[in-house]
């Protein structure tokens, strides 16, 4: 088992930025892909961003690439989600998941621990 935290979401204007957090428990995670996802309400969970964590190679949802950065803290077991630049259609929940399974990182259905969640709103 893998457990999952998240933080820092919040409310923002337009153009502001907001740190995601999302601590690790309960495996190595050596071999595991980290992967930021969201959803807002009525839509479909979308693939953000994620990391390898023995590496740190890094993928992200093109759209997103120029104003999302995703980061791995080794010593603090966690995944950073740096979003600048939001617009009110980056409002969604914002999920942290693990995978150690082969499979395409970016669909949701390939990770196999989720986090609760944590809510990012933007305002116009």
């Known amino acids: 088992q893998v457990q999952l935290v998240e933080s820092g979401g919040g409310s923002v204007q337009a153009g502001g930025s907001l740190r995601l957090s999302c601590t690790a428990s309960?495996?190595?995670?050596?071999?595991?892909?980290l992967g930021w996802f969201r959803q807002a309400p009525g839509k479909e969970r979308d693939f953000v961003a994620a990391?390898?964590?023995?590496?740190?190679?890094?993928y992200y949802f093109d759209p997103v690439n120029n104003r999302f950065t995703i980061s791995r803290d080794v010593a603090e077991n966690a995944v950073n989600l740096q979003v600048d630049s939001l617009t009110p259609e980056d409002t969604a929940l914002y999920y942290c998941a693990a995978k150690s399974s082969n499979g395409n990182l970016r669909l949701s259905g390939t990770y196999a621990w989720w986090g609760q969640g944590t809510q990012v709103t933007v305002s116009s």
């Open positions: 309960g495996r190595d995670l050596s071999t595991y892909t």
């Open positions: 990391t390898e964590w023995r590496g740190g190679k890094t």
